[in-house]
Antibody, heavy 120, light 110 residues
Framework: QVQLQQSGPGLVKPSQTLSLTCAIS??????????WNWIRQSPSRGLEWLGR?????????DYAVSVKGRIIINPDTSKNQFSLQLNSVTPEDTAVYYC??????????WGQGTLVTVSS | QSVLTQPPSVSAAPGQKVTISCSGS????????ISWYQQLPGTAPKLLIY???KRPSEIPDRFSGSKSGTSATLGITGLQTGDEADYYC???????????FGGGTKLTVL
């Protein structure tokens, strides 16, 4: 059974960097059939896909246009986890952030969610 | 504004059937599979349907999915009070290499 455990701070100051980690059990971040995603949810924006990382003989990333230039998603094979880094945050980035495994064109497994508030 | 369009709310009585629609453009629906998610209050979304009409093994057959043209439908039969939740459709836009979701539909079981 795949489990995703999220960790990271719930409060970030404006202009600073949001950093979250998603630890994977029951699968490998280097899987050749899965992709590892970050998705956020807010009342104003609903569910919003942010980006993903995946391994197919080499590492790839895809990012949403809305956050491109501010986002980095990195795999950590030594700890079997992946991370989200979102730079230059504003109050608009306040949301519940989820990590999720994507396989068969759907998000089968989700982390528990982390409410991140951007406020001074 | 979401790329996929869903009705904001639907309602039906216990034991009845309800359908939730999800529509979008030709470019989104044409070559892409639709998935459906259930989100109970305070929890992460849960996958109900993938590849338009397939159910994970743990999802009861009361839940069904279909897709035709530029719309997809989630059907729920034998409604239970525990089905009250928000439901989202989603897809992978292969032309943009990006995930997209509908705005969600709140199901009320009266």
């Amino acid at each position: 059974q795949v489990q995703l455990q999220q960790s990271g701070p719930g409060l970030v100051k404006p202009s600073q960097t949001l950093s979250l980690t998603c630890a994977i059990s029951g699968d490998s971040v280097s899987s050749n059939s899965a992709a590892w995603n970050w998705i956020r949810q807010s009342p104003s924006r609903g569910l919003e896909w942010l980006g993903r990382t995946f391994y197919r003989s080499k590492w790839y990333n895809d990012y949403a246009v809305s956050v491109k230039g501010r986002i980095i998603i990195n795999p950590d094979t030594s700890k079997n986890q992946f991370s989200l880094q979102l730079n230059s945050v504003t109050p608009e980035d306040t949301a519940v952030y989820y990590c999720a495994r994507q396989q068969q064109r759907a998000y089968e497994y989700w982390g528990q969610g982390t409410l991140v508030t951007v406020s001074s | 504004q979401s790329v996929l369009t869903q009705p904001p709310s639907v309602s039906a009585a216990p034991g009845q059937k309800v359908t939730i629609s999800c529509s979008g453009s030709n470019s989104i629906f044409g070559n892409n599979y639709i998935s459906w998610y259930q989100q109970l209050p305070g929890t992460a979304p849960k996958l109900l349907i993938y590849e338009n009409n397939k159910r994970p093994s743990e999802i009861p057959d009361r839940f069904s999915g279909s897709k035709s043209g530029t719309s997809a439908t989630l059907g729920i039969t034998g409604l239970q009070t525990g089905d009250e939740a928000d439901y989202y459709c989603g897809t992978w836009d292969s032309s943009l290499s990006a995930g997209v979701f509908g705005g969600g539909t709140k199901l009320t079981v009266l």
